[in-house]
């Protein structure tokens, strides 16, 4: 078990439609990441905050936003769901965001339909 | 550009056998970091090592062992004596000090070790 915690668990919706998904990080973490797995593009990376502040963006699509509250959890709002949205994603936290190892959550598997 | 190359898709091998897991990486950092993780069936990813561009020595845990060549760019991953419980995708990951410290996954090597 990392410390991480991710729900839910398993999410199933349908196309055009709205999800969030929602990530504990490990206590005494400041950094979240968020990373996307799917059969096609692999593992990669979207967003990563530090302390409630977005620190850096990869290939995370318009339609998907993020966000780190106070009490350092982290959401990921996806919208206007395709199909190809159907993946594992994944929370990962570090202490300090600065080549730390990340400790990754259980992920979240969506399914669009 | 940085990369991660994992050039096995998968490998299978029969109980007690030893393996070796290829990566080799590119960057134009002095200064990386580089990861193994373990992605059993049950689909989490697992922390295994974290190796810094300055410290070449081999490392050894049990019955995992990994070799970084700093000449050659690679970071191999060997399993000895492996066990049915060592099936799994295995991926290897960069990560830069520069910019972001955002990883740089390959595209995993599943190991099916059967019994």
């Known amino acids: 078990d990392s410390g991480v915690t991710q729900t839910p668990k398993h999410l199933i919706t349908a196309t055009g439609q709205r999800v969030t998904l929602r990530c504990s990080p490990r206590?005494?973490?400041?950094?979240v990441y968020w990373y996307q797995q799917s059969l096609d593009q692999g593992l990669q990376f979207l967003i990563q905050y530090y302390n409630g502040e977005e620190r850096a963006k990869g290939n995370i699509l318009e339609r998907f936003s993020a966000q780190q509250f106070p009490d350092l959890h982290s959401e990921l709002n996806l919208s206007s769901l395709e199909l190809g949205d159907s993946a594992l994603y994944f929370c990962a936290s570090s202490p300090s965001g600065r080549a730390d190892t990340q400790y990754f959550g259980p992920g979240t598997r969506l399914t669009v339909l | 550009a940085q990369k991660v190359t994992q050039a096995q898709t998968e490998i299978s091998v029969v109980e007690k056998e030893d393996v070796t897991l290829d990566c080799v990486y590119e960057t134009r950092d002095t200064t990386y970091y580089l990861f193994w993780y373990k992605q059993p069936p049950s689909g989490e990813l697992v922390f295994l090592i974290r190796r810094n561009s300055f410290d070449e020595q081999n490392e050894i845990s049990g019955r995992y062992s990994w070799n970084f060549q700093k000449s050659t760019s690679s970071f191999n991953f060997t399993i000895t004596a492996s066990q049915v419980v060592d099936s799994a995708v295995y991926f290897c990951?960069?990560?830069?000090?520069?910019?972001?410290?955002?990883?740089?996954f390959g595209t995993g090597t599943r190991l099916k070790v059967l019994a």
């Open positions: 206590s005494g973490d400041l950094s």
């Open positions: 990951a960069l990560s830069e000090t520069s910019g972001t410290y955002k990883y740089i």
